[in-house]
């Protein structure tokens, strides 16, 4: 994990505004907003854990990366995105034990 994505982390464990580089946090009602070069890639949701993803776009590995540290936040280290044969997979856990891969576009997901 890169220092910029632990900091964006920890501006979301202290519900606070963060912005480095090309990385913001903006704090709204009980969520967390991430803007990766100013596009909106994420929601996280203080009350429920929600949390919303989407590439706004942008298939890069900036974007991925941003978006598997906060995917890794919620549901652990086992889960996240991943690229095979350029098309992108989410790989989330199972209620029932070890995890599915489901093809993802970028379009806005709750995982």
Same mark, same amino acid.
């Given at each position: #994990?890169?220092? &910029?994505?632990?900091? #964006?982390?920890?501006? &979301? &464990?202290?519900?606070?505004?963060?912005?480095?580089?090309?990385?913001?946090? *903006?704090? $709204?009602? /009980?969520? *967390?907003?991430?803007?990766? !070069?100013? !596009? !909106?890639?994420?929601?996280?949701?203080?009350?429920?854990?929600?949390? +919303? &993803?989407? /590439?706004?776009?942008?298939?890069?590995?900036?974007?991925? *990366?941003?978006? /598997?540290?906060?995917?890794? %936040?919620? !549901?652990?280290?086992?889960?996240?995105? %991943?690229?095979?044969?350029?098309?992108?997979?989410?790989? +989330?856990? +199972?209620? *029932? $034990?070890?995890?599915?891969?489901?093809?993802?576009? $970028?379009?806005?997901?709750?995982?």
């Amino acid at each position: #994990m890169r220092k &910029i994505e632990r900091e #964006m982390i920890q501006a &979301i &464990i202290d519900q606070r505004d963060f912005k480095k580089a090309n990385t913001e946090v *903006s704090q $709204g009602l /009980n969520r *967390s907003d991430v803007y990766l !070069h100013d !596009h !909106h890639i994420a929601s996280y949701y203080h009350d429920s854990g929600e949390l +919303l &993803i989407a /590439n706004a776009g942008w298939k890069t590995n900036t974007t991925k *990366s941003r978006l /598997n540290v906060l995917i890794q %936040f919620v !549901h652990g280290g086992l889960s996240g995105l %991943f690229q095979k044969n350029y098309q992108w997979y989410l790989r +989330l856990p +199972l209620r *029932s $034990g070890g995890t599915q891969d489901y093809p993802w576009s $970028g379009a806005l997901t709750a995982v």
